[in-house]
DNA sequence: CTGAAAGCGCTTACAG
DNA sequence: CTGAAAGCGCTTACAG
């Protein structure tokens, strides 16, 4: 007598049950195949029972599947079923930054909310995957995607390029060859809010900016640093917008300062707003420009510490308009980017659902009481 | 002269060097079979050369490499290896909550990061699925996942029950039949830091749980709400606790107000913690125990918005420890647990990496200014 | 309404 | 070090 591999202890006393019923045994794992077996009906038939009930009767349908449950046959395997078909539902979304950044940041949350819902809705599913630690390709698992979703420019592009060919690429916040790409007009929203905080004209206007530079700096860009190129780095666009406002407020953008974060979090941009915060009074700049909600709140927080008054003694702007920044008071001024429509429409694009053409979405000026 | 689908306008000038060259037309996938063919050897030596690169010469293999990617192979198709091998290295992570909640939670970001981690570590990727939408069934393509993380008690426990067989389940934070469960001792958390708080005899305490009762109830629990039992929900656990301290220190449980939000969110908590602040001075609780530290942030904006010196007039506490509680002046006091950290282990348990048993993690008591 | 048969693209003992 | 062959579990024209 064979033992089939990974019996218990005790399968011998099973046996003869096994023996007389054909059921597979536990280790082995049940197929469709069997269970057409054990009805005497073809696979085709089974198949159809389970993706196109129209293809039999009621009543056979009802047989198969109720055998499948007494048997425990839960449905065609996943597997089997996309290499035949050549589609798995599910769609990759690859993320610029870290896992780890990306699911705790507010905007890229609202993006991956808006994805997930469209692709719920179609019975598809999420995967995550970064485009940071694979340095030139995804995870091998992540190429059963029927198609991906890239938000922000990686750091790599031949990931990108080594993509399985031949299935739908929607690039989000960035350019990238000639695949669709849904975004926003950052340079326009810029000179929007910074013609709104420019009604009120500055002594010391500043700009707080994320990554811009091409080497690394956290702290003030002075003249050593050199800018990224505007199809490197959204937040370029932003300070071209920043500037355009300047200009025509008579402001020589020259004189404005910068300051510049190197990511979006807390953590790193808590060292340079205390640099700017610390500044004698006479220096401290009374209009702040940040390119971020996440800059702004921290600004928010660490000047209250401080006993300064918002917006009194200075002024503050965000960008992308996440719910926290309306959550205390005052409420931030800032630009309102739709992250979850945006991640909603990619998800359309790439199941098809809306044509696969490069997509703008509005952007709205929120006016809040620290920049009224 | 045949056309092959999907041929562009230019094709037909190309046609005698396709006809020479029997290079797969653009139009059909390349496989391994076809490389195979072109340079003449077998399909398992074309294999190997991906996957055991020691089971073939050097020099082969270079050939083979390169000849892939002179055809624009970009090697083996993940749906069909995933067939022949019975693993996909994907990991199903399922969500008790909507994705549209979970991602924006700090909670449950921060068990994805730490999940992310790990599976990403080892050549794995993560699934996102919701087990609120889907009422009995996981989406079919989540049912290729090597394994299942699922967090938080499913309104449906059906759908666990539907999982493919055989594949290995965690649960986190609540318990499901014998699968191994990674979470905190509630209970123990919240008697600690109910002891700490209680340490300063408060005139009214009062606790804001967490979705505690059998029926929706967005604000005070009255007599007429049942509590849910301690297996349906962790808070409950949390609610013990507190009690235990409150009788150890001479007070009636039964006198302690409880109110209740429905989601651990700032739009659902703001009425409830308004209700509260609202009260005359002399019912308003002096000391507040609040099941989350969303909500106890939230009761900090809006309290400090009413004017209320935290916690000279009111004494907080959180329970989880997220960053945003720490951000801020005053510092929250809660009870960290180290969300991260049970994310990691998960994976690592789903990975066979660590022995798959119930594993207990510790937790601390942060002592903030919210209540010194 | 049902079934026989081909084949999706790969990996893996196994033999040489 | 290399190759011939089986087969993972399904779905889909196609024929009846």
Same mark, same amino acid.
């Given at each position: 007598?064979?033992?089939?591999?990974?019996?218990?202890?005790?399968?011998?006393?099973?046996?003869?049950?096994?023996?007389?019923?054909?059921?597979?045994?536990?280790? +082995?794992?049940?197929?469709?195949?069997?269970?057409?077996?054990?009805? =005497?009906?073809?696979?085709?038939?089974?198949?159809?029972?389970?993706?196109?009930?129209?293809?039999?009767?009621?009543?056979?349908?009802?047989?198969?599947?109720?055998?499948?449950?007494?048997?425990?046959?839960?449905?065609?395997?996943?597997?089997? $079923?996309?290499?035949?078909?050549?589609?798995?539902?599910?769609?990759?979304?690859?993320?610029?930054?870290?896992?780890?950044?990306?699911?705790? =940041?507010?905007?890229?949350?609202?993006?991956?909310?808006?994805?997930?819902?469209?692709?719920?809705?179609?019975?598809?599913?999420?995967?995550?995957?970064?485009?940071?630690?694979?340095?030139?390709?995804?995870?091998?698992?992540?190429?059963?995607?029927?198609?991906?979703?890239?938000?922000?420019?990686? *750091?790599?592009?031949?990931?990108?390029?080594?993509?399985?060919?031949?299935?739908?690429?929607?690039?989000?916040?960035?350019?990238?060859?000639?695949?669709?790409?849904? #975004?926003?007009?950052?340079?326009?929203?810029?000179?929007?809010?910074?013609? #709104?905080?420019?009604?009120?004209? *500055?002594?010391?206007?500043?700009?707080?900016?994320?990554?811009?530079?091409?080497?690394? &700096?956290?702290?003030?860009?002075?003249?050593?640093? !050199?800018?990224?190129?505007?199809?490197?780095?959204?937040?370029?666009?932003?300070?071209?917008?920043? $500037?355009?406002?300047?200009?025509?407020?008579?402001? =020589?953008?020259?004189?404005? *300062?910068?300051?510049?974060?190197?990511?979006?979090?807390?953590?790193? &941009?808590?060292?340079?707003?205390?640099?700017?915060?610390?500044?004698?009074?006479?220096?401290?700049? =009374?209009?702040?420009?940040?390119?971020?909600?996440?800059?702004?709140?921290?600004?928010?927080?660490?000047?209250?510490? +401080?006993?300064?008054?918002?917006?009194?003694?200075?002024?503050?702007?965000?960008?992308?308009?996440?719910?926290?920044?309306?959550?205390?008071?005052?409420?931030?001024?800032?630009? !309102?980017?739709?992250?979850?429509?945006?991640?909603?429409?990619?998800?359309?694009?790439?199941?098809?659902?809306? *044509?696969?053409?490069? #997509?703008?979405?509005?952007?709205?000026?929120?006016?809040?009481?620290? &920049?009224?």
């Amino acid at each position: 007598m064979e033992t089939s591999g990974g019996a218990t202890a005790l399968a011998p006393d099973h046996a003869t049950l096994y023996m007389e019923t054909p059921v597979p045994s536990s280790s +082995r794992r049940i197929t469709l195949k069997d269970l057409a077996a054990r009805l =005497d009906i073809s696979t085709a038939t089974v198949s159809n029972a389970f993706n196109r009930p129209d293809q039999l009767s009621p009543a056979l349908r009802d047989r198969i599947l109720r055998e499948a449950k007494a048997i425990g046959y839960s449905g065609p395997d996943a597997k089997a $079923r996309s290499l035949r078909t050549g589609r798995s539902r599910i769609i990759a979304v690859i993320l610029a930054e870290s896992l780890t950044y990306s699911l705790n =940041d507010a905007v890229a949350s609202e993006l991956l909310s808006g994805i997930a819902e469209v692709l719920d809705a179609h019975g598809h599913t999420l995967l995550l995957v970064s485009g940071r630690q694979h340095s030139n390709r995804i995870p091998d698992s992540a190429s059963m995607a029927d198609g991906f979703i890239v938000y922000g420019l990686m *750091p790599n592009l031949t990931m990108l390029a080594n993509l399985p060919p031949q299935r739908p690429l929607v690039a989000v916040d960035f350019e990238f060859e000639d695949c669709p790409t849904v #975004h926003v007009d950052n340079e326009k929203a810029s000179y929007a809010i910074a013609c #709104h905080a420019l009604t009120v004209l *500055p002594q010391r206007p500043a700009v707080i900016g994320l990554r811009l530079t091409e080497q690394a &700096c956290n702290g003030r860009i002075t003249a050593e640093y !050199r800018l990224l190129a505007a199809e490197y780095t959204i937040t370029r666009h932003r300070l071209i917008g920043f $500037r355009r406002a300047f200009v025509e407020r008579g402001i =020589d953008p020259a004189q404005v *300062p910068i300051w510049n974060v190197e990511e979006n979090t807390f953590t790193t &941009c808590v060292p340079v707003i205390k640099e700017i915060l610390d500044l004698p009074k006479d220096q401290r700049p =009374d209009l702040l420009l940040c390119m971020s909600d996440r800059i702004a709140l921290t600004v928010l927080t660490l000047a209250e510490q +401080r006993g300064l008054r918002i917006p009194e003694d200075m002024r503050i702007t965000g960008f992308d308009g996440i719910a926290e920044g309306q959550y205390r008071a005052p409420h931030l001024t800032t630009v !309102r980017q739709d992250s979850v429509a945006k991640g909603r429409f990619a998800a359309s694009m790439i199941l098809g659902k809306e *044509p696969m053409a490069p #997509h703008w979405l509005k952007t709205e000026l929120i006016i809040g009481e620290t &920049c009224p």
